[in-house]
T-cell receptor, first 110, second 116 residues
């Protein structure tokens, strides 16, 4: 079946630093989603991507749909303490359900 | 209204109890989903309803019984659960089940289930 890999698995950064994480797939996807999940809460959609090469921003967050359609990247600029959480990517091929990556756990040190 | 509402937030039940989790959305979405999430793991798909009909059952044990009374409501009936069923149960919805257009998953806050 389809599988997603996310890297890094976890990261510790200083407040104010920029963050980069990515998601790779063994299959071609036509939609990529990025979610953030706080402890005890449901995932919250950050950015949705629908076209290869697409670059989309949401405040300090920027995500890109890789041109191979097998990867996606999420960048966070000037991190703040509330960026702490788990970031999940999710991808879907046409006619399939979304597949979730294992998540990147972000910790921000003051 | 752009929310998916789940109740209860927390549920503790014994292995012989019967309980239900409830989910509601008023976004006009015609696909609704149940996911199970264990600690530090991604959500794992359990069931999908499309236009109030069960579309996908990911080989979930029969002690979990989904129900979609109407296009806004989704229930998950629980009976004779095991301690390993303790998890965060997430409901989600999307415009439709298909992959066309801006079809994203909107999640509720989840119901934290503990089975004793």
């Amino acid at each position: 079946g389809q599988q997603l890999n996310q890297s890094p698995q976890s990261m510790f950064i200083q407040e104010g630093e920029d963050v980069s994480m990515n998601c790779t797939s063994s299959s071609i996807f036509n939609t990529w989603l990025w979610y953030k999940q706080d402890p005890g809460e449901g995932p919250v959609l950050l950015i949705a991507l629908y076209k290869a090469g697409e670059l989309t921003s949401n405040g300090r967050l920027t995500a890109q749909f890789g041109i191979t359609r097998k990867d996606s990247f999420l960048n966070i600029s000037a991190s703040i303490p509330s960026d702490v959480g788990i970031y999940f990517c999710a991808g879907r091929s046409y006619g399939q359900n979304f597949v979730f990556g294992p998540g990147t756990r972000l910790s921000v040190l003051p | 209204d752009t929310e998916v509402t789940q109740t209860p937030k927390h549920l503790v039940m014994g292995m012989t109890n019967k309980k239900s989790l409830k989910c509601e959305q008023h976004m006009g979405h015609r696909a609704m989903y149940w996911y199970k999430q264990k600690a530090k793991k991604p959500p794992e798909l359990m069931f999908v309803y499309s236009y109030e009909k069960l579309s996908i059952n990911e080989s979930v044990p029969s002690r979990f019984s989904p129900e979609c009374p109407n296009s806004s409501l989704l229930n998950l009936h629980l009976h004779a659960l095991q301690p390993e069923d303790s998890a965060l149960y997430l409901c989600a919805s999307s415009q439709t089940q298909g992959a066309a257009g801006a079809n994203v998953l909107t999640f509720g806050a989840g119901s934290r289930l503990t089975v004793l």
